[in-house]
């Protein structure tokens, strides 16, 4: 990638221009130092433009219909008048290639719409890849004029986790019929869900999907709500035939007005800021401890030793993190 000046991706992405967006996200997406440095200019220009936004995340088990119900939604939100941006966050795409280019091309409607905006997200080879990508990606969208952004994970492990700590409404979609309904989703991820919605309830799965519907609204009646004033519904939907996809929308804007209403949605938005900025402060002396020479020469014997059995784990992380306390000045290390 050509680097250009910074106010070649900041005017451009206030201008809406696609093409500049694309090329400002595959920046923030650059582990290389000049294009951080360049991605910290652009992000603060446009933070100022930042924060509007509806920021959705939506998950579920494998087959549950993830892409085909973000794009019946996205076409309807662009029916009301909405310009959705469509982020996929994939943790295992940086080995296999993951599912999301196939989402993409299965929202085949949506991608041809010029008011869509639809980028996938390769998180790399940590779960950290997704928060520090997916966050500052969603302030790229709204800074470019989309107001509805929707995060989607592929749900596996820890990823609903880092997406649910980064929008203001997390749905979690259940599959019916499955056999035993509670398997294959974590009583940790219906805890930090907004709302569950059974998917693929049309035609003779109409009566499976009810039963899904009812088991999991009991199992939400043992775990305490997040919040004062909401309480996570149960829905059911078709992605297929539209129906439900109204109800969720109006779910998602019911959760929004009674959460601004009683602060508690500032207060999520100013805990997820102070989170974030304590997670790149974590991640920031970690890179530059794993950069200090003294610590690139020893680590790999060190390592060795610990593997091998002969220090013991404590031993030799006390042994690095002592560099720290003895460090001289910067220019020595070099000489």
Known sequence: MVEKESG????????????????????????????????????????????????????????????????????????????????????????????????KTRMERLAIDSRAFIRPSPAGNTLGGVARKTRETILACEAAGFDVVIVETVGVGQSEYSVASMVDFFLVLLLAGAGDELQGIKRGIIEIADA????????????????????????????????????PP????????????????????????????????????????KDWFLYLLDEGLKDWFY?????KRSLPDVRRHVEAGRTTAMAGA??????????????????
């Not at 059911?236 to 949605?265: P, Q």
């Not at 950069?291 to 610590?295: A, D, F, N, W, Y």
């Open 234 to 273: 149960v829905l059911m939907c078709s992605a297929v035939t539209m129906a439900g996809i109204a109800e969720i929308w109006e779910t998602v804007r019911d959760h929004r007005r009674k959460t601004i209403e009683t602060g508690e949605f500032d207060l999520k938005r100013t805990r997820q800021a």
């Open 8 to 103: 070649y991706y900041i005017d451009g992405v206030l201008e809406g221009n696609r093409q500049v967006l694309s090329k400002t996200i595959t920046l923030i997406e650059s582990a290389l130092p000049d294009h951080q440095r360049l991605t910290r200019e652009v992000l603060d220009a446009l933070l100022p433009h930042t924060g509007n936004s509806i920021r959705l995340g939506i998950t579920g088990v494998p087959g549950v219909g993830k892409s085909t119900f973000i794009e019946s939604l996205g076409m309807m939100l662009l029916e009301k008048g909405h310009r959705p941006a469509i982020l996929a966050v994939d943790p295992s795409s940086a080995r296999s290639g993951g599912s999301i280019m196939g989402d």
């Open 196 to 231: 569950l919605a059974v998917n693929k309830a049309d035609g003779e799965n109409l009566a499976n999907a009810e039963r899904t519907r009812r088991a999991y609204e009991n199992a939400l009646h043992l775990t305490a709500p997040a919040s004062t004033v909401w309480s």
């Open 291 to 295: 950069q200090l020479p003294k610590v």
């Open 318 to 335: 006390k042994l690095l993190l002592e560099y720290l306390e003895n460090r001289k000045p910067d220019h020595e290390h070099n000489r």
